[in-house]
């Protein structure tokens, strides 16, 4: 396999029903794992998040000229203020092709998202993930993300809330742990 190159750029407001598509399709996965029902309701929530993702930076990842990941950085201040502080800046969405998984893609978004976080000035950064996201919950582990609690079920899964305390400072040397 060639050696390619990473390239994680904003996305446009017109690529915005495409990626929610690929979000959905990233997630596919966990379709087996949830009943019908839950699964369709699952599509749903994804696709109107990133549609209606509100002061959310929609992000994408590309290698070899292909989108290969998607997440959604929202900045301090621009927080739900439901599921995460306003204070916060929080990540949500985050998926990758499974064609393309194994590549340091999510890695390379997460951090992009971290860079983000301490550029605005943040003191914290949140995310929360299910049960069913195994890999993602390992990575953002090995990152530094601790969990703060568990959140209420949805789609009939067990979900939690993490965060991640950030430099107090962009200038001082960063305290994220890379992944392995």
Known sequence: MPNLTTTIRSATPRELPDLAQFVVDAYSEFSTRLTAGNWATMQDNLRRAIMSSGDGLPLVAEMGGAVGGFVMYYPP???????????????????????????????DLMKECLRRAEADGAATIGLHTSELMDSA???????????????????????????????????????????Q
Not at 78 to 103: H, K, N, T, Y
């Open 77 to 107: 201040g621009r927080s739900d203020g439901v599921l995460f502080p306003r204070e916060w800046a929080s990540i949500r969405l985050l998926g990758v092709s499974q064609a393309m998984r194994g590549r340091g893609l999510g890695r």
């Open 137 to 179: 919950r390992a990575m953002y582990e090995r990152m530094g993300f601790a969990v703060v609690r568990e959140l209420e079920r949805r789609v009939g899964v067990r979900y939690w809330l993490f965060k991640l305390d950030l430099p107090s400072s962009a200038s001082e040397p960063t305290s994220i742990q890379e992944a």
